[in-house]
């Protein structure tokens, strides 16, 4: 059934006022959900910020029960259902949750996706003093309250917009079927009528307007242009039936167009559809559109066409691998084809719209969610859930595998001293040999820095066979890995520290499968390196306990844990001279605990800096205090260890000018003791540095000499000072080892270059006179005088 003119003006004019109420409400309602969005937000943050200082406090000090009291407070809130905190460990300190307030029906579903307020936020809370230390608290929105406010207001501003548009659209039908239908139709029943003889000679509208206008020429031009007209309209109708009007359409669409026979044979192309494929259209014609394909054969898109017959359009996905010179080139085409009819002849029109720049960015995307964008293996993330589903799988059948995880040993050094560049290009090349080596047989990830991992699959059904294995396999990889590798005419060599551990064992699942490879991986490093070793329990233990013992240092520098303990330093007529600073840790627990037992840890976790300076800290304010009392006249030097991470710190030397300039303390009363290999391994820094400090009088010694790499050239141009013989030369005199030709060379080289000698560790006498015989005049060990803490050493000064 047809519809007037002025039915549908009325319809149009109250669809109009619909769509524009409707756009009016729709942005009131969006300007409305972004003032609450943010309003929500910023409630939610000060509710967050009221919490942050007790939460901090409670994470500091693992107290469950007040991050609890905390996390019931914040749900309470009608905005928040959830609320978990984790500790600065990323371990669950507290969690509090309640249900929805209403429920989520679908309305209130649709509700909470147009408020979009994200339903997890995290926070980071900040943990002690240490600014680097965070817990995170993570909230869950109550999106049933956000919800059912908005509902309540969509349905208030839905009615008003309503009962505004239906009183707008009655005066606008109301004002155009007065002004515009009304002569309109009378116009159409002229136009109806207008082959009757009178029809021309009676207007239906005479106003001086455009309808007016309209009549008046439609009138005078009817007769003349009637028989054109006619013409007109048959040349249109026979247009349309011909080829000519179909290639009319295909030219102006903004697809590659394909006109085929239902069996998939070419019949027609446009001008996008030549520039698609590189083909002409003389050249195309003929071709069957399956033969581009690279998905489907004849029969698969016979099939696809079949079901144009029955369905007006059919859309389906196609790759078509087209050929230019010598290189295959994909391109990814969405398709859509449909039935037409041309001259009683019926054919399958495809539009096939390029989206290879959309698909290419698709797969870039998942690319970079699950793939190490440097190397192309698996990150951490795919790597998880690909060695997950592998647990599970050899749980059921009973089957062996095992984690291989390992890292470049010092690959640090290549990136400091050659730059990350070549770096990157290192661990480039390891991935790829990683790949080279296991193939589709293994899981290879990377998951960070230099760490690799590497899932051997379906090993063996006993663990022995599963273990020899590995062990084959993991010899093998040190050996690609020490392969040497040349980057910008520099050959570089590699090794690998590997750490294996097994699965299907006891619950254990991805994470703790990766921690305990990890743990032996470092068991493998502590044990020189360029290894392997598997997981056992103990390593776990120890792990932990390594853990807690980094735990205890940062308590014992906050409590002031430490002491500070001085072993005397003699000349050859038993005269005090010297003395060197010891540290020793008061545990409150294990009581007074030796260097050895926590400095290798400290330097390992880069803690030995903050230990360093407390050491050198105390040191110079016992220096002020033994000033102020008068004692320090019989102390010639204050000997005090310096780790080489301390050292190569870009501040090392302005700490140490502050510290003496804050205590008024005069360099030449201390002096640095260094290792051999930080002056070797960084000849040039170390140079500037102990220049520097030299300026200000403190003198170095190095300490241990002999037992690293010694070089004549950093003994004769480094501002040095002094030379202490190792214990195990000073030993080697009087337990058969035979050191004495060793000490004597030191002591005689030293003597050259004019530096002082002291010999530690003496223990006996008779090292002692040894000592003296060689040419040695300044001692330090038990035989002379055991560590003490300061207070006892204050009172031999006094003596």
């Keep these: 059934m047809k519809l007037s003119i002025s039915v549908r003006q009325a319809v149009y004019v109250l ?47 693992l107290d469950e029960s007040q991050a609890n009291e905390i996390l019931i407070s914040l749900i309470r809130q009608p905005l928040i259902k959830h609320a978990l905190l984790l500790d600065d460990f990323k371990d669950v300190l507290a969690e509090q ?101 009178d029809a021309l000679v009676t207007l239906p509208y005479t106003k001086d307007d455009e309808l ?81 394909s690279g998905i489907y054969s004849d029969s698969d898109l016979e099939s696809i066409f079949s079901k144009v017959i029955l369905q007006e359009i059919q859309g389906y996905e196609d790759t078509f691998v087209l050929t230019l010179g010598e290189k295959k080139k994909n391109i990814y085409l969405e398709c859509r084809a449909c039935s037409i009819v041309i001259d009683n002849e019926a054919f399958v029109m495809v539009n096939a719209r390029d989206i290879t720049e959309k698909k290419l960015a698709q797969e870039k995307i998942h690319e970079l969610a699950y ?26 059948n009973q089957r062996y595998g095992a984690l291989l995880y390992f890292d470049l040993d010092q690959f640090k050094k290549i990136n400091d001293s050659l730059g990350h560049s070549v770096g990157d290009n290192v661990l480039i090349e390891v991935g790829s040999r990683v790949r080279q080596m296991f193939g589709a047989d293994a899981l290879c990830g990377r998951i960070g820095g230099d760490e690799f991992v590497i899932g051997l699959l379906d090993l063996a059904d006993n663990l022995s066979y599963a273990a020899e294995q590995a062990l084959q396999m993991s010899n093998s990889l040190l050996s690609g890995i020490s392969e040497p590798l040349h980057f910008e005419g520099v050959t570089l060599h590699t090794t690998g520290s590997i750490g294996i551990a097994f699965f ?51 308590q014992a520098l906050d409590q002031n844990e430490f002491e500070l303990w001085i072993q005397p330093q003699v000349n050859i007529d038993d005269v ?102 930080l002056l070797l391994n960084n000849f040039e820094l170390a140079k500037n540095k102990m220049l520097q400090l ?62 002082g000698v002291i010999a530690e560790g003496v223990e006996t006498k008779e090292q002692r006179d040894l000592l003296s015989k060689l040419g040695c005049k300044q001692f330090q060990g038990y035989l002379l005088g055991r560590p003490q803490p300061s207070a006892e050493f204050t009172n031999l000064l006094y003596k």
């Design 504 to 554: 299907p064992d006891e619950s254990i699942d991805a994470n703790e499968l990766l921690r305990r490879a990890d743990t032996a991986m470092y068991k493998a490093k502590s044990l020189g390196r360029n290894g392997v070793q598997f997981f056992e329990r103990e390593m776990q233990y120890a792990a932990q306990h390594l853990l807690e013992l980094e735990e205890g240092i940062h």
């Design 212 to 292: 007016g206008i309209l009549v008046n020429r439609f009138s005078k031009e009817w007769q003349s242009n009637q028989s054109a007209s006619i013409k007109l309209n048959e040349m249109v109708e026979n247009l349309k039936r011909s080829e000519r009007f179909a290639r009319l359409l295909m030219e102006n669409s903004s697809d590659a167009m394909f006109l085929c026979h239902y069996g998939t044979k070419i019949h027609l192309v446009n001008n996008l559809a030549e520039n698609l494929t590189g083909y002409s259209a003389t050249q195309l014609i003929g071709k069957s559109l399956a033969g581009f």
């Design 97 to 197: 949750r309640r249900n929805d307030t209403y429920p989520m029906t679908g309305y209130l579903t649709l509700a909470s996706v147009l408020a979009n307020i994200p339903s997890v936020q995290s926070y980071d809370i900040s943990v002690g003093s240490d600014s680097s230390r965070y817990a995170q608290l993570t909230v869950t929105i109550d999106e049933s309250v956000l919800a059912h406010e908005l509902l309540n207001r969509l349905l208030v501003n839905f009615s008003v917009s309503v009962l505004f548009t239906i009183v707008l659209a009655i005066i606008l039908v109301t004002l155009s079927y007065v002004y515009i239908s009304k002569p309109v139709i009378n116009i159409a029943h002229w136009v109806k009528n207008i082959n009757r003889e």
């Design 15 to 61: 669809v109009a006022s619909l769509c524009c109420g409707a756009l009016s409400s729709a942005v009131q309602m969006y300007l409305g959900i972004q003032q609450d969005r943010a309003v929500q937000s910023e409630t939610l943050a000060r509710s967050i910020d009221l919490h942050r200082d007790t939460l901090g406090s409670a994470a500091f000090i």
């Design 371 to 396: 793939f190490d964008s440097l190397t192309r293996l698996a990150n951490r993330s795919l790597f998880t859930e690909q060695i997950e589903r592998e647990i599970k799988l050899h749980q059921a």
């Design 694 to 755: 030299k300026n200000r009088g403190i003198s170095f010694s190095i300490d241990d000499f002999g037992t690293g790499y010694s070089s004549l050239k950093y003994l004769k141009e480094l501002p040095l000072d002094e030379l202490k013989i190792d214990r195990s030369f000073v030993n080697g005199l009087t337990d058969g080892s035979n050191t004495q030709s060793i000490v004597e060379v030191v002591i005689t080289m030293a003597k050259n270059l004019q530096l």
């Design 576 to 677: 005090l001279f010297g003395a060197e600073v010891l540290v020793r840790w008061n545990h409150p627990k294990r009581g007074l605990l030796s260097p050895p037992t926590f400095i290798p840890h400290a330097e390992e976790s880069g803690l030995i800096i903050e230990i360093d300076k407390w050491v050198l800290n105390e040191s110079l304010k016992q220096i002020t205090q033994w000033k102020t009392d008068e004692v320090i006249g019989k102390l010639e030097t204050l000997s005090i260890n310096v780790s080489s991470t301390f050292f190569l710190q870009i501040d090392f030397v302005a700490y140490v000018i502050d510290l003496l300039n804050k205590y008024q303390v005069s360099g030449e009363l201390v002096v640095l003791e260094i290792t051999e290999n």
